[in-house]
């Protein structure tokens, strides 16, 4: 036992976040990871290998699920490991996050059947988690580096991969985010009781353990320039992500305590971390013994509502203008959250903010569903004289996120955007209007998930291992 421990806190040297949770468990530990053992592996025996890998198809990372489930249910996780990798940066993130039903579990041919999915991602998770303590995951090595640097602008899961895979290749590689740790969402967005923070810092410290030079703190657009960038690199990617949250269009919306989702979860993710938050500690933005509304009916509003509940709020409502079937947010999540005790109050919308500084009350009005909208969803539409007063302590905006206007912040109006505001790429090789500047992530798909952020990393380097060797040959044939 003592041996093991020793074993564990030194492959853990980095992470003090992680020998935290780990301490935790206690005298359990043991007696936990053999039960997480036992479950791997019976999951992994349920696969029926059927030859007609849906989940594979439906993940889209195409991992090779049925393969590394059948290597985890022989015993062989060091190979399990080592497939979940070569088409996953981060697979115990994605085991953790993925929205599994509608992906790879919601596509298992057994749970067609009718007999319950294989817990893929929760397989997923095991091996790579596994593998770091084992001390399988090391820093990349390559046999010569390439003397040609990318500039990565974000260091969010599109950002990250795609630093990887150029690493790999022997790339020079600097990562540029305005935040003052590297993760994007997965640091300050999705909260800990998803993704526990260790689980990223731990990625992030081996990526600088390879050779990736994280800068930090610095905002591309106000610290330094697109064009300064443009000097130092050979070629860029932007992984930007989108930031802008939607508004409720009410007056006083800018009453104190009314946040934002993202000032609300970032502040509890740096509590966390270990943060000194400021609105936290004076108490604005913890829920504690507080009334909650949260307005929206996406994952960032589950996400919200879970939180305020872990806070310990009074009461924790969300208010959302259509109904239970038409909600964007994953059926799970909502299943998770009324377990803990959220109320949703279905078809309502807010209609007045009630107070003169702080908000004190919300004007509901009651929704009906009635014809369809451009989104091709239910329209609602408001009832007459349904109104109702809730009390609120603390009101919290989870509407969803547009890019920023990044043309502007850039101060470069040949970077084009769609009518949406996200960045038109060459969707073949993920260039943007700007020769050698490619873009991947929430910024090109709007906001979307880790998965496809990854997906879109590991594409932009292919794109941009060709065009660094293109610009090589035609540097040496013009010398
Ligand atoms: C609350 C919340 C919960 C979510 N939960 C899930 C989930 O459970 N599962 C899932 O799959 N997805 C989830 N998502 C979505 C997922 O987090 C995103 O799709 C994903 O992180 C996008 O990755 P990205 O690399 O494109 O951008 P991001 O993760 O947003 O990273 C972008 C990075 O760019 C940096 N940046 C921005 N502008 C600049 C600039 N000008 N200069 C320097 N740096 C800059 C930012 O600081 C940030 O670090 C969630 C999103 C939110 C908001
Ligand atoms: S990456 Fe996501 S979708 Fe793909 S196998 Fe893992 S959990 Fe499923």
Redesign the pocket.
């Known amino acids: 036992m003592k041996d093991k421990m020793l074993k564990f806190v030194k492959v853990d040297k980095q992470t003090p976040n992680k020998r935290k949770a780990d301490n935790r468990l206690g005298d359990f530990k043991e007696i936990y990871d053999e039960f997480i053992h036992n479950k791997a592996k019976e999951q992994s025996s349920r696969c029926s290998q059927c030859g007609v890998p849906f989940c594979q198809v439906h993940c889209p990372l195409h991992n090779n699920i049925p393969d590394w489930l059948k290597l985890t249910a022989e015993g062989r996780l060091q190979e399990a490991n080592e497939l979940t990798h070569s088409t996953n940066n981060m697979p115990e993130v994605?085991g953790r996050?993925?929205?599994q039903d509608r992906l790879c579990e919601g596509n298992c041919v057994i749970e067609q059947s009718g007999h319950g999915t294989v817990t893929i991602g929760s397989v997923e998770k095991y091996i790579t988690d596994t593998a770091w303590e084992k001390g399988w995951i090391k820093p990349i090595k390559f046999s010569k580096e390439i003397d040609q640097s990318v500039g990565i602008?974000?260091?969010?899961?599109?950002?990250?991969a795609c630093a990887e895979e150029l690493r790999k290749l022997g790339y020079k590689v600097t990562i540029?985010?305005?935040?003052d740790r590297?993760?994007?969402?997965?640091?300050?967005?999705?909260?800990n009781f998803?993704?526990e923070k260790f689980v990223v810092e731990r990625r992030s410290n081996l990526l600088k353990e390879s050779g990736i030079e994280f800068k930090q703190n610095?905002?591309?657009?106000?610290n330094l320039s697109l064009e300064e960038l443009k000097k130092k690199h050979e070629a860029i990617l932007i992984?930007?992500?989108?930031?802008k949250s939607r508004e409720v269009n009410l007056p006083r919306y800018n009453l104190k305590n009314i946040f934002s989702?993202?000032e609300f979860?970032t502040a509890s993710n740096r509590k966390g971390l270990g943060d000194k938050v400021k609105n936290f500690d004076n108490g604005m933005l913890n829920t504690k013994n507080k009334d909650v509304i949260v307005i929206g009916g996406g994952?960032?509003a589950m996400?919200?509502v879970r939180t305020a509940v872990r806070q310990e709020a009074k009461s924790v409502k969300c208010l959302y203008r259509r109904n239970r079937e038409n909600m964007p947010g994953s059926a799970r999540e909502v299943y998770n959250a009324e377990e803990e005790g959220v109320k949703f109050i279905w078809l309502s919308n807010p209609k007045k903010f009630i107070g003169s500084e702080k908000i004190s009350s919300v004007i509901v009005e009651k929704m009906k569903l009635e014809g369809i909208d451009s989104s091709g969803r239910k329209m609602p539409v408001p009832i007459q004289n349904s109104d109702l007063e809730m009390k609120a302590d603390i009101v919290i905006k989870a509407l969803g996120?547009d890019p920023?206007d990044?043309p502007r912040?850039?101060n470069n109006s040949n970077l084009l955007v769609t009518k949406w505001g996200t960045i038109k790429i060459n969707f073949k090789t993920m260039e943007t209007s700007i020769p050698g500047i490619f873009a991947?992530?929430?910024?090109v798909r709007g906001?979307?998930?880790?998965?496809?952020?990854i997906k879109?990393?590991r594409d932009a380097a292919i794109s941009i291992q060709k065009y660094l060797e293109d610009k090589q040959a035609n540097k040496i044939r013009a010398a």
């Open positions: 994605c996050i993925c929205p602008i974000g260091a969010g899961p599109a950002g990250l540029y985010d305005r935040y590297p993760g994007g969402l997965l640091i300050y967005g999705i909260p998803k993704l610095i905002e591309i657009g106000k992984a930007t992500g989108v930031y989702a993202m979860l994952d960032t996400d919200c996120f920023e990044l912040l850039f991947a992530g929430d910024i906001a979307s998930l880790v998965v496809w952020a879109d990393g």
